[in-house]
């Protein structure tokens, strides 16, 4: 069965940490696009970060640049999303997804073929 299954999200008070994973089973994430995006409650579903197979090209949207960083563990047939100096307005269910295409880069969320079932992340003192 083909399937991303994500960990890692909770509560955590402005400034802190958190490590999202995303675990894949029945394919090898290595040759895949992968991509982490989230919706906020009200809004639409967006990119937040994605990264190439290949030459590890990343993208970040504005708002998480120099504090999200997203990588993959070929090993592990695992990827994840560091979080850090987290803010209220990053509350939101995250989605781990993986993409055949290169140009999934550009964080299309109709490039992306699996994706995980969501974690919550709120950001609240």
């Known amino acids: 069965q083909l399937q991303l299954v994500e960990s890692g999200g909770g509560l955590v008070q402005p400034g802190g940490s958190l490590r999202l994973s995303c675990a894949a089973s029945?394919?090898?994430?290595?040759?895949?696009?992968i991509g982490w995006f989230r919706q906020a409650p009200g809004k639409e579903r967006e990119g937040v970060s994605c990264?190439?197979?290949?030459?590890?090209?990343?993208n970040y949207v504005a708002s998480v640049k120099g504090r999200f960083t997203i990588s993959r563990d070929n090993a592990k047939n695992t990827m994840y999303l560091q979080m850090n100096s987290l803010k209220p307005e990053d509350t939101a269910v995250y989605y781990c997804?993986?993409?055949?295409?290169?140009?999934?880069?550009?964080?299309?969320?109709?490039?992306?073929?699996?994706w995980g079932q969501g974690t919550q992340v709120t950001v609240s003192s």
């Open positions: 997804a993986a993409g055949f295409s290169e140009y999934a880069i550009n964080c299309r969320q109709s490039l992306y073929n699996y």
């Open positions: 990264a190439t197979s290949r030459d590890g090209i990343t």
């Open positions: 029945g394919f090898t994430l290595e040759h895949y696009t």
